[in-house]
């Protein structure tokens, strides 16, 4: 396993809100059970398990989630050839250096103007905060004009307003730069290595973002403090958590943490669909690093994704967080087109527990415990 | 041994910075890792496999290969097997791990081809004697069968129930606790019941 790729995985989970896997897992696995009597033969044909394993080999659906895809190649005629090398002359050449430009202004601008209003409006907090909020999502629009973002919004915008989270799937970090362009919103992150972690600890700071170090158990608490605090204060930006805690490739969804569940709040679920057509807006981060996912995206045509903003939930009486919790993923991934998966993101980093193939034996015992009753 | 046998089948994953941008050009250019295996290589391994798998399915296979050996070293360790949360959380996972640890990617199809609905009757039991004689001496102890009946039932029975059982259910098949079953033997105890042990490979 490579280090760094472990240590990049993005944003937005706590441990503490793991949930348990077993309330999750299909119940009634393919373990045979003969009826009637048990006899050698069928105690000794291991094939239902055998061929549950090596269906896991061939193809399983938790891989799936995280598999990058990669474009359909349309150059392959005489015909298209040439249109294509134009295409890669002008992405290449014309679109990535413009875009550079582009960027490279944004954080001209951007900086010129930040760093005086947040050191010289120290007394005036609120207009320093709305300020401040006014040009992070300036440079996020520059961001996302760095890659032709074309962005659909639908539903009504987001406001400010205690008591609520924003939740949304997750597919890669430019997911925050598209929703954070519309809403300055505080986002809960892993600590990033790099110039990622430069500017959250600088500049996302003033937005109210709130970050840990996924291997400190000292920081989950902190940050469940500071996220009780955050909720609570009326003009806080809203706050916006990826409850899937991992990049998912947008076809799947995985299981949602239950810790934004659990905050007495109201859910405010957000969809975010990619459109595959220029480029695959999934980050691997096992096998890109960020920049390098950026620079995909600034030198394809454009990025094209629709998000829909949609409505409020509130947890119903008698229903348990992880019940509420798959509720807002129905809507999500209906919304959204994706596919839900019983499995756990946190799976990409651990290994299940040996606790997990309990049911599985459990069963088979059940079957031959029943023959050690017949007399 | 094993390992050198991959080599030809390795597929790359690792690129420095300037590669990844003139990669990104070729994968732009030439689609998926499938075109990396050329219609000598996909015959040589549907031999290998006695044609238990098409052509596209070996395609498909040497994708899913590909995505599993994440270093692209030529074979799947086990630890990269057990990153597949279906299969680590499969009660006899470290008895195939057993069997398909550092497979190359031939050994790898021909592993798999068992599974095959192609695949006969013997060559599935065949499969399954293996999975219990793990000293690999021919033969299958009363022991041998305990060792995965205690992996199968877990902590939900003691080891003299399982012991009790295993007597009783061989005893009615005409062993006894010390005789050794052989491959005819498992032939003659699964007779003509149909196995089913099949596992359809995705093609898309």
């Not at chain 1, 990619?274 to 999934?282: E, G, L, P, S």
């Not at chain 1, 691997?284 to 094209?304: E, I, P």
């Amino acid at each position: 396993m490579d280090t760094a790729g472990m240590l990049k995985p993005s944003s937005s989970e706590l441990d503490l809100d793991r949930p348990n896997i077993e309330d999750y897992l299909p119940s009634g696995s393919s373990i045979n059970e003969p009826r009637g009597k048990l006899r050698l033969r069928d105690l000794l044909d291991i094939s239902p398990t055998l061929t549950e394993a090596a269906g896991a080999i061939v193809d399983d659906t938790f891989t799936r989630c995280f598999k990058s895809n990669s474009p359909e190649p349309w150059n392959w005629n005489v015909y298209l050839f040439p249109l294509w090398c134009f295409g890669v002359l002008v992405r290449y050449f014309i679109l990535f250096p413009a875009r550079v430009i582009v960027l490279t202004l944004g954080w001209i601008i951007f900086l010129s103007t930040f760093i005086p209003v947040h050191s010289l409006l120290k007394g005036h907090d609120k207009l320093r905060k709305k300020l401040e909020r006014v040009l992070v999502e300036l440079m996020c629009s520059f961001f996302v004009a760095s890659w032709t973002g074309v962005v659909r919004y639908h539903g009504p915008r987001p406001s400010i307003r205690p008591k609520q989270v924003y939740v949304a799937n997750h597919t890669s970090m430019i997911d925050f730069i598209i929703l954070e362009q519309m809403t300055a919103f505080a986002v809960i992150m892993q600590k990033h290595p790099g110039w990622v972690g430069l500017l959250q600890s600088t500049i996302l700071e003033s937005v109210g973002c709130i970050w840990f170090n996924r291997s400190e158990a000292k920081d989950r608490e902190i940050v469940a403090k500071k996220l009780r605090d955050h909720v609570q204060g009326a003009d806080n930006n809203p706050l916006l958590i990826f409850p899937e805690g991992t990049c998912v490739n947008n076809h799947y969804t995985v299981m949602f943490k239950k810790g934004a569940f659990e905050l007495d709040c109201t859910v405010c679920p957000i969809a975010i669909k990619y459109n595959k057509i220029f480029v695959d807006a999934f980050w691997n981060s096992r096998k890109q690093s960020f920049t390098m996912h950026l620079l995909q995206l600034m030198t394809s045509w454009a990025v094209v994704c629709d998000v829909w903003y949609l409505e409020p939930q509130t947890l119903k009486p008698g229903e348990t967080p992880i019940e509420f919790a798959e509720r807002v993923r129905d809507m999500i991934s209906v919304r959204a087109g994706l596919k839900k998966v019983p499995w756990d993101g946190y799976l990409k980093y651990a290994r299940p527990s040996p606790k997990h193939r309990e049911k599985k034996q459990q069963s088979f015992a059940e079957s031959m415990l029943r023959r050690l009753e017949e007399k | 041994m094993v390992y050198e046998a991959g080599a030809p089948f390795s597929c790359s994953s690792r690129h420095s910075m300037i590669d990844i941008v003139l990669f990104s050009l070729l994968g732009e250019s030439m689609g998926s890792a499938s075109s990396m295996l050329t219609q000598y290589d996909i015959e040589e391994v549907q031999e290998y496999c006695d044609h238990l798998f098409s052509q596209q399915e070996i395609v498909s296979l040497y994708e899913r290969f590909c995505q599993l050996d994440r270093n692209a070293k030529g074979f799947i360790s086990a630890d990269e097997f057990l990153s597949v949360p279906e299969f680590a959380m499969n009660p006899l996972s470290q008895w195939l791990l057993k069997m398909v640890d550092g497979l190359n990617f031939k050994d790898f199809v021909a592993f798999l081809s068992t599974f095959s609905a192609k695949a006969s009757a013997q060559h599935k039991i065949e499969l399954i004697f293996k999975m219990y004689d793990s000293d690999c001496n021919g033969k299958v102890s009363f022991n041998d069968i305990m060792k995965v009946l205690r992996d199968l039932s877990g902590p939900f029975m003691s080891d003299d129930q399982r012991e009790q059982v295993l007597i009783r259910v061989l005893k009615e098949a005409g062993y006894t606790k010390e005789s050794y079953l052989t491959v005819d033997d498992f032939f003659k105890v699964f007779g003509n019941s149909n196995i089913k042990m099949e596992v359809e490979v995705p093609v898309d």
